[in-house]
């Protein structure tokens, strides 16, 4: 089922948020899979009425709230599949279905440290789904392999390199959609950060044991993101901000966060959003392969990872990705954190639209990308389109 053209999404028993405010009983139209009209529902609609209208489809939502749909830029995995251990189309597509069922409309399918060829790979499916429209896939994101040793993680240490030509051969492609590369300023120079970023690609700075000069010279250069704040990076101390507190001083710049309880304290979380505030804190998952399955453990490279509730851990005891999904950090971020669903849903689209330069997508206004997120009062999802179709329903629809 596609939202063709004056297709309907009638909201008559649930809310709207668009631009960060609540909207009762409207409509909202779509054409060609973007948002063209939001009207007030001046008067109930009757089946008969409707069925007089010129549009094809329309949609009733009866209850819950209709939100953006959320932009993940960090996502390893989902569906029983790994980007790295079969980097291809086939992969992005089982990875999306898994994650379009927790409200995803929108990820960058991340390669994690590993040899060139893995790269190469990753980077041409990417290019086939960003020359197909593969619905979802907008990007590509390399976390890797130019990360410090010693905060590492689960990064195999023998694929960590400095960038060479052939690094470079892959990073300035132009036939990427959004290429977005994390570093660890330690192991990259400024001059290489300001090539990356004069190419069109964002670079954001991880898995690192930078000091804080380290960190402002990244910045300097270039760099305006930061990877899964607090995790993998050196901390915050009297005497040495670290990669930690550069990133929470920083104003202009945009930090990931996983809010799955495991990875981050409440209370951390809650300081991080204060500082850098709704617009540039974003929920990201750092998923891996088992999100959408039963799935309790998975290989990872030489070895294996092992799931224990919500936690991830490679052999060595680290913590190795997550199996957290888009619409339980929002939960979490509303129910945890009390952020309240505006500031939490903003955290989910609007922040990783602005941090990755796609303008077309992250709300609800007129203009940009059918992308929706049908939430229940309990914030599970009830619905999603993907630039105005339907790719997973868990409610009735149809009047």
């Given at each position: 089922?596609?939202?063709?053209?004056?297709?309907?999404?009638?909201?008559?028993?649930?809310?709207?948020?668009?631009?960060?405010?609540?909207?009762?009983?409207?409509?909202?139209?779509?054409?060609?899979?973007?948002?063209?009209?939001?009207?007030?529902?001046?008067?109930?609609?009757?089946?008969?009425?409707?069925?007089?209208?010129?549009?094809?489809?329309?949609?009733?939502?009866?209850?819950?709230?209709?939100?953006?749909?959320?932009?993940?830029?960090?996502?390893?995995?989902?569906?029983?599949?790994?980007?790295?251990?079969?980097?291809?189309?086939?992969?992005?597509?089982?990875?999306?279905?898994?994650?379009?069922q927790f409200g995803t409309t929108a990820m960058l399918p991340t390669v994690i440290t590993?040899?060139?060829?893995?790269?190469?790979?990753?980077?041409?499916?990417?290019?086939?789904?960003?020359?197909?429209?593969?619905?979802?896939?907008?990007?590509?994101?390399?976390?890797?392999?130019?990360?410090?040793?010693?905060?590492?993680?689960?990064?195999?240490?023998?694929?960590?390199?400095?960038?060479?030509?052939?690094?470079?051969?892959?990073?300035?492609?132009?036939?990427?959609?959004?290429?977005?590369?994390?570093?660890?300023?330690?192991?990259?120079?400024?001059?290489?950060?300001?090539?990356?970023?004069?190419?069109?690609?964002?670079?954001?700075?991880?898995?690192?044991?930078?000091?804080?000069?380290?960190?402002?010279?990244?910045?300097?250069?270039?760099?305006?993101?930061?990877?899964?704040?607090?995790?993998?990076?050196?901390?915050?101390?009297?005497?040495?901000?670290?990669?930690?507190?550069?990133?929470?001083?920083?104003?202009?710049?945009?930090?990931?966060?996983?809010?799955?309880?495991?990875?981050?304290?409440?209370?951390?979380?809650?300081?991080?959003?204060?500082?850098?505030?709704?617009?540039?804190?974003?929920?990201?998952?750092?998923?891996?392969?088992?999100?959408?399955?039963?799935?309790?453990?998975?290989?990872?490279?030489?070895?294996?990872?092992?799931?224990?509730?919500?936690?991830?851990?490679?052999?060595?005891?680290?913590?190795?990705?997550?199996?957290?999904?888009?619409?339980?950090?929002?939960?979490?971020?509303?129910?945890?954190?009390?952020?309240?669903?505006?500031?939490?849903?903003?955290?989910?689209?609007?922040?990783?639209?602005?941090?990755?330069?796609?303008?077309?997508?992250?709300?609800?206004?007129?203009?940009?990308?059918?992308?929706?997120?049908?939430?229940?009062?309990?914030?599970?999802?009830?619905?999603?389109?993907?630039?105005?179709?339907?790719?997973?329903?868990?409610?009735?629809?149809?009047?």
């Amino acid at each position: 089922m596609k939202l063709s053209a004056g297709a309907s999404l009638i909201a008559d028993g649930a809310q709207v948020l668009a631009g960060g405010s609540l909207i009762d009983h409207c409509t909202i139209d779509t054409s060609a899979g973007k948002i063209i009209a939001i009207n007030p529902l001046l008067a109930e609609i009757s089946p008969q009425e409707l069925a007089l209208r010129a549009e094809p489809i329309q949609y009733r939502l009866d209850r819950g709230t209709l939100v953006a749909g959320f932009i993940d830029t960090q996502v390893n995995g989902g569906g029983g599949v790994m980007f790295n251990h079969a980097p291809t189309l086939a992969t992005l597509r089982c990875m999306m279905q898994a994650h379009c069922q927790f409200g995803t409309t929108a990820m960058l399918p991340t390669v994690i440290t590993d040899d060139i060829e893995t790269m190469q790979a990753a980077a041409n499916a990417v290019a086939e789904a960003i020359r197909t429209q593969e619905p979802g896939i907008v990007g590509i994101h390399f976390e890797g392999p130019h990360l410090s040793m010693a905060k590492r993680g689960c990064h195999p240490p023998a694929h960590l390199r400095p960038i060479t030509e052939g690094e470079f051969q892959i990073y300035l492609r132009q036939d990427l959609g959004v290429r977005l590369i994390t570093v660890a300023p330690e192991a990259v120079t400024p001059a290489q950060i300001r090539q990356l970023v004069a190419s069109g690609a964002i670079v954001s700075l991880g898995h690192s044991n930078a000091k804080a000069d380290e960190v402002r010279a990244a910045i300097d250069a270039g760099a305006t993101g930061f990877t899964h704040l607090y995790n993998g990076m050196s901390a915050m101390t009297s005497r040495e901000p670290g990669m930690v507190g550069t990133a929470l001083i920083s104003d202009n710049t945009y930090c990931g966060i996983i809010l799955d309880g495991q990875h981050v304290h409440p209370i951390s979380a809650q300081v991080a959003w204060r500082v850098k505030g709704t617009a540039h804190l974003m929920l990201v998952t750092d998923a891996m392969s088992p999100v959408g399955t039963d799935q309790t453990e998975f290989a990872f490279f030489d070895g294996k990872v092992i799931r224990d509730g919500m936690t991830l851990r490679d052999p060595y005891g680290s913590l190795a990705g997550s199996v957290l999904d888009m619409a339980s950090a929002v939960n979490y971020a509303v129910n945890i954190l009390d952020l309240g669903l505006a500031a939490a849903v903003e955290m989910a689209s609007l922040t990783p639209a602005s941090f990755i330069h796609l303008p077309q997508i992250g709300d609800i206004s007129i203009g940009k990308q059918a992308d929706f997120v049908w939430l229940d009062d309990d914030l599970s999802v009830l619905a999603v389109w993907v630039a105005g179709q339907l790719c997973y329903r868990a409610a009735p629809l149809d009047w």
